[in-house]
């Protein structure tokens, strides 16, 4: 059956067939289970650049709980800049001629990212923090944050970015454990 609608014509899909994306880049992959039911078609994903470079064994062989807890670290400060995220800005805001900002105030849950995010910031070096936010935060590759974090031409991608996520995850305990003594305000 085909569709016609002014000078374009559709063909529909079937509920079984699943389209991918418009433009397939390397980070993108089919490994999403749209149903519990056995044989049902896997949806498309974009997989972050921390998870290439995992699957890449950039952060250590695949197996090993070094690798792991880099992963890890970055997966979790990945989450805490999305929960520090604020959703209270209305999108009719632009339209306001009085020049008045009407924002929400900060929710307890992003209140406490804001606080983790800080504490992890702060035990972080300059270079390990451009590198971290590079990567696991704006989504660019190693190579691109190693350049962002102005270091030398010669130096190891795959070996700074260990030592980057290794300083983070060091970071984060240490964070937690200062959090966790301090208690909530």
């Known amino acids: 059956m085909t569709i016609s609608a002014g000078n374009s014509t559709q063909t529909p899909t079937s509920d079984d067939e699943i389209q991918g994306p418009a433009i397939v880049t390397p980070l993108h992959a089919q490994d999403r289970a749209t149903s519990k039911v056995a044989g049902a078609p896997l949806a498309w994903r974009k997989r972050s650049q921390l998870e290439v470079a995992f699957q890449a064994e950039r952060l250590g062989a695949r197996d090993s709980s070094a690798a792991l807890a ?104 240490r964070s937690s454990k200062r959090l966790k003594r301090k208690g909530p305000r």
């Open 70 to 173: 880099r992963l890890d670290a970055g997966n979790f400060y990945a989450q805490l800049y999305d929960a520090s995220q604020s959703p209270s800005r209305d999108s009719t805001e632009a339209f306001d001629c009085t020049g008045t900002v009407h924002r929400m105030p900060y929710g307890e849950a992003q209140a406490n990212a804001v606080r983790h995010l800080v504490a992890i910031e702060m035990r972080l070096g300059e270079r390990d923090k451009i590198i971290a936010r590079s990567v696991c935060w704006f989504g660019y590759t190693p190579a691109e944050a190693i350049v962002r974090a102005r270091l030398p031409r010669d130096t190891r991608v795959s070996a700074r970015l260990c030592e980057s996520l290794d300083a983070l995850a060091d970071a984060i305990e």
